[in-house]
């Protein structure tokens, strides 16, 4: 599966941005969906996950309350709804995809990445 991420820009704190990742392929609806992100200088964190039918939802601490993960199956898209934006929350986003098991926050789980999307959250 191939994943395109996008939404991203430059928001000022406490603004909205919604992210998307489109995927390639029939099978989209087979497969857990993830988000990331690293901010600069730092590793790669969770943001939060999806399974397969968007019955179940995974959340960082950092994100709880201000961001909303979804999906389309119809459309073969995830998105991040992200509110109440922090200048913390700079940093690339990555969607990820793994074919089975649960809403994962370990990215070693995750089979299939896209290229990710700039956020960038001004003070």
């Known amino acids: 599966v191939e994943l395109q991420a996008s939404g991203g820009g430059l928001v000022q704190a406490g603004g909205s941005l919604r992210l998307s990742c489109a995927a390639s392929g029939r099978t989209f609806g087979n497969y857990v969906m993830g988000w990331f992100r ?3 200088g730092k590793e790669r964190e969770f943001v939060a996950a999806i399974s397969w039918s968007g019955g179940t939802t ?3 601490d950092s994100v ?3 961001f ?7 459309k073969n ?3 991040l709804q992200m509110n109440s934006l922090k200048v913390e ?3 690339v986003y990555y969607c990820a995809a793994r074919r089975f098991g649960s809403a994962d926050s ?4 995750y089979d299939y990445w896209g290229q990710g999307t700039q ?3 001004s003070s």
Do not use: E, F, L
């Not at 909303?68 to 119809?74: C, E, H, I, L, Q």
């Not at 370990?106 to 789980?109: D, E, R, S």
């Open 119 to 121: 956020v960038t959250v």
């Open 58 to 60: 995974n959340y960082a």
């Open 38 to 40: 690293q901010g600069p």
């Open 68 to 74: 909303t993960v979804s999906r389309d199956n119809a």
């Open 77 to 79: 898209t995830v998105y």
């Open 89 to 91: 929350d700079t940093a």
């Open 64 to 66: 709880k309350g201000r």
């Open 106 to 109: 370990n990215p070693g789980a």
